[in-house]
């Protein structure tokens, strides 16, 4: 926190390099009437943006969805609808022609009243092009942000998000805001009033001296001390007409038109300050807490009365199910959230509508379970796995498994798939055996095929022998009963079970075949579900290929109008692999979308690894932490969670900032486990890499290394080969494997200082580029040239690597390799940048051999001795000798008169 003047940099600071292309956010935050809706107000006064005001407003839940950005969008010419199945991806949208033409901020005031559609859209907008022309603004009052926990904690990690806490103003920053206020310097003993009563709240401050003479003295013995009294203080003076309107707005929760409020009571309201006219014509208080004042001033009788009236003429049905729940009319509120959980037209709207009336009749089994699976559709349907997990675990406790056994069955299968995506852990084996046993009095059921399908492919999992037969046996089933959803379960745990015997070609085929009947119901979350296993059963010469088969599928779920939450799980395996492959451009686009839209936790936290990894290689710790910390939270028991790699994104991000002996705790840890996880192959490497940079560390110190090659020798004893996850079939795995194995050699000869170094690291540079592994050849071909260089072991080879690792890491914008490529360059007097070769000389002219020839050649370029030295892999006396000896054979003078005659010939 700083000085008021301070705040106002640091929103203009925000503004400014948004107008010159680098888009970012600002959250301000404060207590009530700190001054964060001025601070923004005077900023944005100030600049020549175009300013987007969305004010969010209290009583949200009566408040329609996407509210603010509707209100913002009013003085907008030619704004988006956001009436559209998608508003997420149209605002957006529009916000990128919009900055393309002009920069813009988007301010959002009050976040903490904000609904979910809107958070939804801002998260995804801040998420956005970092080169857009875009500031985001918002405020938040401290103290009222836990509804916004997660949204909160998501987007505190984003790049580019900076935060602003405004504290209370001391007494000469009061004095300043009086005087800007009063039009002239107040006296000071105002001034010890007014702050004794503020404390120093601009809010409290600027309602207590409104009105007030320039020359007053004191503050009249009548004003309130506290913020509530002073807000209400004006409306209690206004006529009873005027206060009933104000009141019925209040409880309304969102501005009005005028047509049904007496324009007496109208213009008195707006005369006094109270209202004010939006520029749609909708009018509302000036100071919003107002309404949220007057609304708490209710007695339960009065505010149950008002929400009742306001219920029987609501035209909107969210709008009627909320009021008549504020109404505690519990039958309607109960029908009116059931109708409006229609309307919603799926998603969190309708999800929370249905729990409502969950709430409202839990004491009706049936009823309860009906609209449980409700909420489980709509969770499927919207890919809110969490919401789904949860309404399954419900259904369950009201299931008697033993009266119902095939919905019991489908629902503990269901839950066995759902969990790993909501972060709950692994496959739970002990669900889906459950599932198999229930259903087996019933063989030839929808439900037993499901269930079989599932503990097929929970058993592959595990490595049960007999799951691929009963894979098998499951699509057999299925396809017998002609049930969809069945046949696209048991396809792919057929594909699984392909996979783990290394047949991709029939792998790849029942995952297409399942891809395709999920899109065709609009079973989007199974079709997600299959994409998986079709990139599991991708063969090529590197993962580029699996970019390519993510990138189909990712744009046939967009076309078919897939919800946002299920084209970010595809985005979020999109973006781990445009890494690998080194487009780290497309890989942050692809992170754009995952970071910005609420995924399942296992799609946010690869996302969050991802990002990680990416920020770590570019140099930006910090940021690379804080992914990593939230990848660990959504996922339950991080650590033993298979499917992520946990353990080698932790090594990396521990052996880049030196803290090697947590980097080799990290590596060793995901080494020892069985199965091995995800990204195993990368451990051995990192392992190896933290025990070379220790060995290293002792000789800086003088010290001996010989207990850390201990270590070393141990883990190679136990180790030889580089760790690999069963069902590593590919030929780019392959690859890498091959290339990570090289690299382990490499590190240990460097931790070893073995001579034969060199060679080991330009075959394992080779082998990274065979993989088409860039970040880890850079890394390579860095070390080779270290070795090469060291005592002049080859300098041309040297040369030859430091240039290959400097044009990749460039590329890659890996800034820390890149200041050790600099580095060594400046040391080795190496230069980075090769001059374009000189053109061929001294052909015509007779007697010159093919070296004195190349000699010539830098001389007419223009070159000295040294340059051509360097160029040759020569030293100065020799070019030395070569040119006498082409001085003695031309008869010229000097090396000016032997260039001029090379150009002489050239031209003749």
């Not at 707005?249 to 004010?276: C, H």
């Not at 709430?359 to 409700?374: F, G, K, N, Q, Y």
């Not at 592959?460 to 379960?489: K, S």
């Amino acid at each position: 926190m700083g000085s008021r003047a301070d705040d106002a940099a640091a929103v203009l600071a925000a503004i400014g390099a948004a107008t010159r292309g680098h888009s970012g956010t600002l959250l301000v935050s404060g207590e009530a009437g700190a001054g964060k809706t001025t601070l923004l107000r005077d900023a944005c006064d100030t600049t020549a943006v175009r300013v987007i005001w969305a004010p969010c407003l209290p009583l949200s839940s009566l408040a329609m969805p996407l509210l603010p950005l509707r209100t913002g969008l009013r003085t907008i010419p030619d704004p988006p609808s956001l009436d559209a199945p998608d508003a997420v991806l149209a605002f957006d949208t529009w916000l990128d022609r919009l900055t393309e033409r002009e920069p813009a901020a988007l301010v959002v005031d009050d976040l903490q009243w904000a609904d979910q559609s809107s958070l939804d859209v801002l998260h995804y907008v801040i998420a956005g092009r970092p080169n857009r022309r875009l500031a985001v603004l918002a405020t938040l009052r401290t103290g009222e942000e836990t509804r916004l926990h997660r949204w909160l904690a998501d987007i505190r990690r984003l790049p580019g998000v900076r935060e602003r806490a405004l504290r209370r103003l001391d007494r000469p920053e009061t004095h300043e805001q009086m005087t800007a206020l009063l039009a002239r310097p107040p006296h000071e003993s105002l001034v010890d009033e007014v702050f004794a009563r503020s404390a120093g709240n601009p809010y409290l401050t600027k309602l207590l001296i409104r009105g007030l003479d320039p020359d007053a003295r004191h503050l009249p013995p009548h004003l309130p001390d506290e913020l509530r009294g002073a807000l209400a203080r004006t409306w209690r003076d206004l006529p009873a007409p005027a206060r009933e309107l104000t009141m019925e707005l209040a409880t309304a929760g969102q501005p009005s038109r005028s047509g049904s409020f007496s324009l007496p009571a109208l213009r008195e309201a707006v005369d006094a300050g109270v209202l004010t006219a939006t520029a749609d014509g909708r009018y509302w208080f000036a100071h919003p807490l107002l309404a949220e004042v007057l609304a708490d001033s209710l007695l339960p009788e009065e505010r149950r009365a008002r929400h009742a009236a306001l219920a029987a003429t609501a035209g909107d049905p969210i709008a009627r199910a909320d009021h008549y729940f504020e109404a505690g009319m519990t039958d309607e509120a109960y029908e009116w959230a059931l109708t409006a959980a229609d309307a919603a037209g799926g998603g969190a709207e309708t999800i929370r509508l249905l729990r409502r009336a969950l709430r409202l009749h839990a004491d009706d089994s049936a009823h309860a379970e009906e609209i449980l699976h409700r909420i489980r559709e709509a969770a499927h349907a919207a890919g809110r796995a969490v919401d789904e997990l949860e309404a399954i675990d419900e259904l369950l406790e009201h299931v008697d498994r033993a009266a119902r056994p095939l919905t019991a069955a489908e629902l503990l299968a269901r839950r066995t798939k759902r969990g790993p995506v909501a972060g709950r852990g692994l496959i739970v084996l002990a669900d889906a055996a459950e599932a198999e046993r229930l259903s087996a009095a019933h063989p030839r059921s929808r439900e037993h095929a499901l269930a079989l399908a599932t503990a097929a492919y929970a058993r592959l999992w595990h490595a049960v022998d007999g799951a691929a037969d009963r894979a098998d046996e499951a699509l057999r089933l299925a396809r017998a009963g002609g049930w969809p959803d069945a046949i696209t379960e048991a396809l792919v745990a057929v594909s699984h079970a392909r996979a783990v015997e290394g047949d991709l070609v029939a792998g790849a085929a029942a995952a297409r075949e399942a891809f395709a009947l999920a899109m065709s119901r609009g079973d989007f979350a199974r079709a997600v579900e299959a994409t998986y296993w079709i990139v599991n059963n991708t063969d090529g010469p590197s993962f580029r290929a699996v970019v390519d088969v993510l990138r189909e599928c990712r744009q046939l779920l967009e076309r078919a109008g897939a919800p946002h939450a299920q084209v970010s799980e595809v985005c979020s395996l999109e973006a781990q692999h445009l890494l690998i492959v080194g487009d780290w451009r497309g890989c942050v686009e692809r992170l754009r979308v995952t970071l910005g839209a609420r995924p399942s936790p296992l799609a946010d936290a690869r996302g969050r690894h991802t990002a990680a990894l990416l920020a770590c290689r570019q140099g930006r710790a910090a940021e690379a932490e804080a992914h990593a910390r939230r990848a660990e939270e959504l996922i339950a028991d991080s650590a033993g969670f298979l499917p992520f790699p946990f353990d080698a994104v932790r090594a990396e991000l521990a052996v880049t900032v030196g803290d090697t002996e947590r980097a080799l705790t990290y590596a060793l840890h995901g080494l020892e486990m069985a199965p091995p996880p995800l990204d195993v192959d990368l451990l051995l490497p990192l392992a190896v890499r933290a025990l070379a940079d220790r060995a290293q560390a002792c000789r800086d110190g003088g010290a001996d290394p010989a207990a850390e090659l201990d270590r070393l020798r141990d883990l190679r004893e136990r180790c030889p080969a580089v760790v690999v996850d069963r069902g590593a079939s590919a030929q780019f795995e392959a690859r890498r494997i091959a290339a990570m194995q090289d690299l382990t050699e490499a590190e240990t000869l460097r931790a070893r200082r073995d001579p034969g170094e060199p060679a080991a690291w330009h075959r394992a540079a080779e082998a990274c580029r065979t993989a088409i592994a860039p970040w880890d050849e850079a890394y390579c071909r860095w070390r080779e040239a270290q070795t090469s260089l060291r005592g002049r072991v080859d300098r041309r080879r040297g040369t030859a690597a430091l240039r290959r690792a400097h044009e990749l890491a460039l590329d890659l914008g890996a800034a820390p390799l890149l200041a050790s490529i600099d580095l060594l360059a400046r040391n080795a007097h190496v230069p980075l940048t090769v001059a374009a070769e000189p053109a061929a000389a001294g052909d015509t002219i007779p007697g010159l051999t093919a070296r004195e020839r190349e000699v010539l050649s830098h001389l007419v370029a223009g070159r000295t001795y040294a340059e051509i030295a360097r160029a040759l892999v020569l030293s100065e006396k020799t070019v030395s000798v070569h040119v006498s000896n082409m001085l003695r054979k031309t008869g010229t003078a000097g090396r000016a008169e032997l260039a001029e005659l090379a150009q002489r010939q050239e031209n003749s």
